[in-house]
């Protein structure tokens, strides 16, 4: 089709001419860029730290959660857009790992960061995270975020060269690893449900910052699981994209209103179940998994 194919080409002279983008793609491109801003500003406000009250007494924490959901929403409209104005591109497949990287990458990295540091020390003369810091933990915490951001890089570059962006929405219905969406919205919904929950309980601090210091494993197991061979479905096209039972239908109703009374805590729920999906089909699959690589 004239928009899927390639932006520059060689004429007979030999020069290569950049062709001019026809205009529906323009649509996709706009979602694509709408996710890398959510992930910029949930960067800005996660530096902000759980101290910084905003709209609605919102901490800087849990608005750089919510961008961080908003950019997971608008990057899975872009696909859907392009799709529908038939404008499947190169240029938008490579526009959405960068946008992956900057907001389910170093968005949930920097969120992380935040909020295992409120709990290091208020020495202001202390690094208390990086490869210099002065408390041994500080430099895991920050090993483990950067460990984070290299693992969500190559899990895109993977999904990138495995994906051919021409092919139809009912083309992946799995993913080989944790996709990215998955690993973030797992660490940005646990931080939001330690702000809604834990933070600013002085008689469960213990408590409060057991929470903080766990939240930096669960994000090393993230990291491993986006590199690895874990089957994980694509929710959205297997039971979304496609007409579902009754028995579905209800349930999906059932956990929308769940989410209305208690988000937070349906939101990780629903993250951790589904980042737990993935081993649990190992385990029960490891013997036919098992004859496939013999």
């Known amino acids: ?44 406000y996660a530096y902000k730290g759980p101290q910084w009250h905003g709209p609605w007494g919102w901490s800087g924490l849990t608005m750089a959660g919510a961008l961080i959901f908003l950019g997971m929403l608008l990057d899975s409209f872009d696909g859907a857009v392009a799709r529908l104005t038939n404008s499947v591109t190169e240029l938008g497949a490579a526009l959405d790992s960068l946008s992956d990287l900057v907001t389910c990458g170093v968005a949930p990295a920097v969120m992380v960061l935040a909020l295992v540091s409120t709990y290091l020390g208020t020495d202001g003369v202390l690094t208390l995270l990086g490869p210099d810091a002065d408390l041994p933990w500080g430099k895991v915490v920050w090993g483990i975020a950067a460990v984070y951001v290299c693992c969500t890089a190559l899990r895109l570059a993977r999904f990138t060269v495995e994906t051919e962006p021409s092919k139809g929405p009912n083309e992946h219905m799995a993913f080989h690893g944790l996709p990215s969406p998955g690993a973030a919205g797992l660490i940005a919904a646990l931080i939001l449900l330690h702000q809604h929950i834990l933070a600013g309980g002085a008689e469960t601090l213990w408590i409060e910052r057991a929470y903080a210091f766990g939240v930096p494993v669960v994000m090393l197991f993230g990291a491993i699981a986006m590199v690895s061979n874990i089957p994980y479905d694509h929710f959205v096209n297997r039971y979304l994209g496609r007409p579902q039972s009754f028995r579905f239908i209800a349930f999906l109703v059932i956990i929308i209103f769940t989410c209305i009374w208690w988000f937070q805590e349906t939101v990780a729920i629903g993250f951790i179940a589904y980042v737990l999906t993935g081993p649990i089909y190992v385990l029960r699959n490891r013997g036919k998994i098992v004859e496939e690589l013999i």
Do not use: K, Y
Not at 22 to 39: A, E, H
């Open 1 to 44: 089709m004239e928009q899927q194919e390639q932006e520059l080409h060689i004429n007979d002279r030999g020069l290569r001419r950049r062709r001019v983008l026809p205009p529906q793609v323009v649509w996709p491109l706009l979602f694509t860029l709408g996710n890398l801003v959510s992930g910029f500003a949930a960067i800005h």
